[in-house]
């Protein structure tokens, strides 16, 4: 019976195995690498109803975190700053700017402000706020320098693997509780911050969960 088919034919199937296989192995490294918190999420700072600098309230004015974020000491959310809170200064301070008018309008109507959320935790993620903040984790471990921000944006990947990093190393991260909302504190010199936070987590008991019961109740 005559060959109707040349002799390298017998390698395709084998060759489009191969390609197939590599492309595929490619496509996952790909999704797996950058379909992640840590480029999805990191550096998205959406457009607000209304401007806020935290670099002026916060670093050049010296408004303590809790004026406005009145709840984070206590509550297991961080509650967004209300309209009675915008308005105690601005009713006065620069009352008549046109960039406060989202903020006048909810004044004049009791509707809130539509802010955009920016950071967002899955529902199937247990997390307390009070409880970070009341053992010595300051806004910075976890939002970065809002201080300098004129605008915030989301600063680290606030992912599973993120979050374990902490948890099993805490002394990384902890501060005197007194210090959370300072934005600049540093540990004393000649001690490192690992000895400062060694020191801290023994004299708090600090023993975080690292495993999936922790955080997925």
Known sequence: MAN???RWTNWV????????????????GGVWYYFTPKFTRVGYMPIQPAPFSHAIHVGQLGIDCRYCHSFVEVAAHANIPT???CMACHAQIRAESPKLEAVRESWRTGRPVSWVRIHKLPDYVYFNHAAHVGRGVSCFSCHGP???MQ?????????MSWCL????APEKFLRPPGEVFNMSWMAPAGVSQREAGRKLQKA???NPPSTCGGCHR
């Open 4 to 6: 109707f088919f040349p």
């Open 13 to 28: 199937p084998l060759k489009a195995f191969v390609c197939f296989g590599v492309a595929g192995a490619v496509a996952a």
């Open 83 to 85: 309209t009675q809170s």
């Open 146 to 148: 809002v201080n300098e």
């Open 151 to 159: 605008a915030v944006w989301q600063d680290k990947p606030q992912s």
């Open 165 to 168: 990093d902490c948890h099993r």
């Open 204 to 206: 708090w008991g600090v």
